[in-house]
């Protein structure tokens, strides 16, 4: 399959969360550590979204761009924009997510997931999907097994939702 528009799939952030996921797991076990970070990033970016798609549909989080046309990427409406023409922005990487989780600790399920929010969002906050490009001297092995312990973490929050139909 190629990557043409014919070949294109819809988006499935909670199918491309767990591919990665795993992917990343495999990897780390094998001492394959820059490419398992990598994924690790990319495996919490795309269950987060799925969880926000899920959840978060009442605070304007929706796969409908600015311009109000179905997208394939996931859109949100920054509480915080000074323009209100402005306000509806495309959620980027894990890094850039920060402002829209709190969407997620609404109502009776927020106490429990402000831990996990938290963790995630600390240990994303200089993750960059950029770092693909780069020779890998960079990687710290403690921040490392912390970005995999808190994507085991969004992998069973996911797992959770996918069993139970609700946030924990």
């Not at 399959?1 to 819809?10: C, L």
């Not at 996931?74 to 495309?90: I, S």
């Not at 808190?150 to 939702?161: F, G, K, S, W, Y």
Request: charged fraction near 25%.
């Amino acid at each position: 399959m190629g990557d043409d528009a014919e070949n294109k799939g819809t988006t499935d952030y909670a199918c491309a969360g767990e591919r990665h996921y795993e992917d990343a797991s495999h990897l780390y076990s094998r001492g394959r550590l820059l490419n398992a970070d990598h994924l690790f990033g990319l495996a919490v970016e795309c269950l987060m979204k799925a969880l926000l798609q899920r959840f978060a549909g009442p605070h304007g989080v929706s796969m409908r761009n600015s311009g109000g046309s179905d997208s394939d990427r996931l859109w949100w409406d920054d509480p915080h924009a000074e323009n209100q023409n402005k306000k509806r922005k495309a959620l980027g990487h894990i890094n850039q997510m920060r402002q829209a989780l709190p969407f997620l600790v609404d109502g009776r399920s927020g106490p429990s997931l402000t831990q996990a929010l938290t963790r995630v969002s600390t240990d994303f906050e200089k993750w960059l999907v950029d770092d693909r490009y780069t020779d890998g001297t960079h990687l710290d092995p403690a921040l490392l097994t912390r970005r995999q312990e808190a994507a085991a973490l969004t992998h069973d929050l996911h797992l959770h939702v996918e069993l139970t139909g609700k946030l924990p």
